[in-house]
């Protein structure tokens, strides 16, 4: 069945047109055949369909793309959170006070949260997204939780080496020696990506290259959590191995943006997080000019980044990281298909998967100039209507 979106005001393509990377086309139609998109253009030139939908003036942009997020997970970090707003500096620690929440909850307990932040996600426009594991941290539980992630995306990443569990404390290499033998062994055949947390108090470098190097060796592909709690060489090491993806980067040297300027790794900006741990927000303007790749994702975590919404993140990345409404946007769609290597989804396109969104305004600037409004009035998954 053929549908055809109508009376669109303003989309946002994603099909770069001299020198518009956002491909804006004002007064267009977009026709959906089947789980694709059948044509883009003006409305004057609309085919012919099955089923018309009138878009009433308003915005189509692409379903939003989230390269990052970790949605497999049990339990509450709501007091943490409050201390955080008290004053408390954040630190990689948190994480396992999750890890026995998770490791205690059953498999429908964990499908059935997995689920919930799903439809919260849908709801508020986004179409695609990727999950991580590193709740479980032990060779049973890492398996369970990319196994479940695998039964809701494609785009299933490994992180085994999130942080050092309570466990191996005193013993990081030989949980290290763990992630790159049995629990890599569990795990790869349900995940298309490894990560690794190259932070101050979780993984060296040395000890991320070793996880990294051993995920390649079993045909995943490298991203990397890097330079979220201060200055490191994780942004290189990402560089060097080739990763689809570098994270956080809200602390990057001169060398660290040359770097990324220079490869197709992308630089995923986390804005929930620096809202959520109030440590500063990273300098989107700096990067784009430098011509570095950008990204933006929600990063829903229940420690650091508990929000669901790439609307919210829009804002805030407009607001305060110095991107403009139509480079946020982009990010948020484009950049995050480019953070998942992907060509189907992010773009308004012949040929892409039929991802869209209607949203309640005219233009897509009104993603950031009424924060906090749900402003998403409908969606299409896979050429389908949502809700």
């Known amino acids: 069945m053929s549908t055809l979106i109508t009376n669109i005001a303003e989309l946002t393509t994603n099909v770069s047109t001299g020198g518009d990377r956002t491909g804006t086309v004002l007064d267009a139609a977009v026709l959906i055949d089947g789980e694709r998109i059948a044509w883009v253009g003006a409305v004057a030139d609309a085919p012919e369909a099955d089923a018309v939908v009138d878009a009433g003036g308003r915005a189509v942009i692409p379903g939003f793309v989230d390269s ?3 949605l497999v997970f ?3 970090r709501a007091a943490e959170f409050e201390a955080r707003m008290a004053g408390q500096k ?3 620690g948190g994480i396992r006070s999750t890890v026995a929440a998770t490791r205690a909850a059953t498999d429908d307990e964990l499908r059935a949260r997995l689920r919930g932040f799903l439809d919260e996600m849908l709801a508020q426009g986004t179409t695609t997204v990727e999950i991580k594991s590193g709740y479980g941290l032990s060779v049973a539980d890492e398996e369970r939780l990319v196994r479940l992630a695998a039964e809701v995306t494609p785009e299933v990443t490994f992180l085994g080496a999130h942080v050092v569990p309570a466990e191996y404390a005193d013993r990081p ?3 290290v020696d763990l992630v790159t033998g049995p629990m890599l062994d569990a795990c790869a055949p349900h995940a298309k990506w490894v990560d690794v947390f190259c932070e101050t108090g979780a993984f060296t470098v040395a000890q991320s290259r070793r996880v990294l190097e051993a995920g390649i060796t079993r045909c995943l592909v490298p991203r990397v959590h890097a330079s979220q709690l201060g200055p490191g060489e994780g942004v290189r090491l990402a560089v060097e191995l080739g990763a689809a993806s570098i994270d956080h980067g809200t602390y990057l040297t001169d060398a660290d943006v040359d770097a990324l300027a220079g490869s197709d790794t992308v630089l995923t900006l986390l804005p929930g997080v620096e809202f959520s741990t109030r440590q500063p927000y990273p300098d989107a303007r ?4 430098a011509g570095v790749t950008v990204a933006l994702a929600c990063d829903t975590n229940p420690g650091s980044s508990f929000t ?4 919210f993140c829009v804002a805030v990345a407009v607001r305060d990281m110095g991107m403009t409404p139509a480079e946020a946007v982009w990010a948020a769609t484009a950049g995050g298909a480019k953070a998942l290597r992907r060509d189907d989804v992010g ?6 998967r039929a991802d869209l969104v209607l949203l309640d305004a005219p233009t897509r600037i009104h993603l950031a100039y009424r924060p906090g409004v749900p402003l998403v009035r409908a969606v299409w998954k896979d050429g389908r209507a949502i809700g």
């Open 347 to 352: 773009v308004i396109a012949p040929g892409a």
């Open 308 to 311: 669901s919404s790439m609307p």
């Open 74 to 76: 049990a339990g509450d």
């Open 286 to 289: 700096r990067l784009i000019d």
């Open 68 to 70: 990052h997020s970790h």
């Open 173 to 175: 290499d030989e949980y």
């Open 90 to 92: 954040y630190a990689a």
